[in-house]
């Protein structure tokens, strides 16, 4: 039997190299401790997508929306005396000297990042540097990647597991995969390690305070991943997670990326919320936040009050469908049997911006789903509407109802918004493709985009103390923007429309108006996108379903 270097002896200058090693455990004789290891945390490029803003980022020279806040949080659960670089090839480019000089790749991705997560593999494999992987793609179900080409894979929530990744590996004997069956105590969870990114690269920061959702809708992966009981951190961790980005120099925008930020609205109002308020006037609100929530929030008028005080000024909700027999199809609890569209506009005047997540392609949905889509968007001044096919991915309560009905088919891009799916819809393929681009060819178009966004900031009442504020930044942005939407785009009418009504109705909303504005000219690419791809796809897909159906026959 081969020995097997301790991990200290795992420099590139060594001769043996572990991948010719079997996987048989030798104990180390020397403890990491002693040693560094050189890790290098790649994020792959994600392709154009509704939340890439990839076109409104460069109004204002920026190169990402969010940083990895996933690769930054396992960052921080590695040795502190290890080396560690990230690249995050959305705002820079991946070199093989910074491959060459990794002891340790560790990847992180979601389906939308396949293509270039199986490149970044490649480029491993080809110069010898072991890859450690996690993140939504490398979970069970997604086995048709490859992970055979993956030496360990950590699945789900790193806190659990990578601990037992790394003592396997102080002793010379790591696994190739790695799970846990329980989900992890979110109250151990470092702060994220912020000093690996070039904050000036990003439009925004992240910050998570719970994990999981109470509901149960039957095409989420999300509580697949995290599970239906919120975990949710402490008030001291929220805090020094708030005094950690604050001390890294960020000021502006911050993202919770939590999964239903009021999944523990007990906790939220009497702990946390009261802790960030005195933290933000402490430090004279230099953030403002947003975050995912359910539409419940409408029915809690102290909430939404706490939210708006500590600085909240957006919330995500999955809206879904306006169709109500949709919403029971698919165990949309807390939108079942609701005036959505009052909610909408309740938490609208309470000064939180709704941007709405939307879903076509339910069994239960009529064909004038499409229109009755457009309809509620149009009414409800929704800006930010994502519109997506639904999809049913690997381990939902939809992918395996859809198992059992033989309706699925193979593959599936990860993004939904992209005008594909993964499943035969009762519908018919076509009327939903051709449904959805009507819908994204109309809502996204300057005339009902701009319509929207006055409808918003008709009913949209912001804290009466809060002010935007004018950066220099915003600035160019807008001088940037005005040349684009308002010289050279063909719908530059309807811009100066909204762009003079802002100014006498709603002056103090310009500054949003006009960063809607922008927003606004990304979707009606991704939207043009999705035109032209799936138009072309239709073709394909057909070959696709009838290829499947072929091979459900007996
Ligand atoms: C924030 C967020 C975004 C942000 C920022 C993305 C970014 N740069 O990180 C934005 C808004 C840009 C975004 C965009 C998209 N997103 Co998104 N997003 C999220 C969200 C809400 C939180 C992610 C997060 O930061 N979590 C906090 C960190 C701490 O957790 P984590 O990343 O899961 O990491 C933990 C583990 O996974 C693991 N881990 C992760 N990586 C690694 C790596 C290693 C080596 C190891 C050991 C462990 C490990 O350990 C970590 C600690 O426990 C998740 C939902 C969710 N609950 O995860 C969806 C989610 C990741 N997004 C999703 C999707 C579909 C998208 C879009 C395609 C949507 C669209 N159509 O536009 C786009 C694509 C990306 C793009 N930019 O274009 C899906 C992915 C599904 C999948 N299976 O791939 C998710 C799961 C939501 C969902 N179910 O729909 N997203
Ligand atoms: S409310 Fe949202 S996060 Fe919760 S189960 Fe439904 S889709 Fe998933």
Partial sequence: ????????????????????????????????????????????????????FKHALKFIFKRAAFPPL?????????PAHWEKKLVDMNTTPLSDIDLQWADYVFLSAMVVQQNS?????????????????????????????????IDHLIFYEAENTLPDFLRDLERGCPKHIYVSEQRPDITRTPVPLWSLI????????????????????????????????????????????LEALYNFGWRGSVFFVDDNF??????????????????????????????????????????????????????????????????????????????????????????LQVQGGFIVGFDSDPVSIFKSQIDFIQRSGIVTAMVGVLMAPPGTKLYQ???????????????????????????????????YHYIVSTIYAPKHYYERIKTFLKQYKPKPKKRFRISFLHFVAWIRSMWVLGIKE?????????????????????????????????????????????????????????????????
């Avoid at 996933?70 to 590695?78: F, K, S």
């Avoid at 999300?222 to 008030?235: A, E, L, Q």
């Fill in 262 to 351: 009021i999944g523990n609205k007990k906790k939220l109002k009497s702990e946390i919320l009261p802790a960030i308020i005195h933290w933000m006037q402490q430090r004279k609100y230099p953030f403002s936040f947003f975050t995912e929530v359910s539409i419940n929030l409408a029915d809690d008028d102290e909430l939404i009050r706490l939210m708006v005080e500590a600085g909240f000024d957006t919330v995500f909700v999955g809206i879904e469908s306006p169709h109500e027999k949709s919403l029971v199809e698919c165990n949309k609890l807390p939108n079942k049997k609701r005036d959505m569209l009052a909610s909408v506009k309740k938490i609208q005047s309470r000064g």
């Fill in 70 to 78: 996933g690769l930054l949080t396992v960052a921080a659960m590695l």
């Fill in 198 to 241: 070039d904050k000036r690269k990003y439009q925004l920061m992240s910050i998570q305070y719970s994990r999981g959702c109470p509901f149960n809708c039957e095409f989420c992966d999300i509580v697949v991943m995290n599970g239906h009981v919120p975990r949710t951190k402490s008030r001291d961790q929220v805090v020094a997670e």
């Fill in 401 to 435: 109802r859809l198992k059992r009905e033989k309706r699925l088919l193979p593959g599936g891009s990860g993004d939904n918004t992209d005008g594909s799916t993964n499943f035969i819809p009762k519908m018919g393929l076509e009327t939903l493709v051709k449904g």
């Fill in 490 to 554: 063909r719908g530059r009418k309807y811009y100066w429309e909204l762009f003079l009504w802002t100014l006498c109705k709603k002056p103090k909303c310009f500054p949003l108006s006009m960063t809607l504005a922008a927003q606004g000219f990304h979707f009606r690419k991704v939207a043009e996108k999705v035109r032209v791809s799936s138009l072309k796809d239709a073709r394909v897909w057909q070959e696709t379903k009838n290829l499947a159906m072929k091979q459900q026959q007996p």
């Fill in 1 to 52: 039997m081969l020995l097997q270097p301790s991990i200290v002896g795992l420099s590139k200058s060594h001769t043996v190299r572990w991948q010719n090693l079997p996987r048989s455990c030798i104990i180390s004789q020397t403890s990491q401790k002693e040693h560094k290891l050189k890790i290098l945390l790649v994020y792959p490029e994600y392709p154009e997508t509704f939340w890439s």
């Fill in 117 to 149: 997560a199986r490149e970044v593999i490649a480029r491993c494999k080809k110069l010898g540097t072991r890859i450690v992987a996690g993140g939504p793609l490398f979970s069970p179900g997604y086995e048709e990647f490859g992970f055979d080409d």
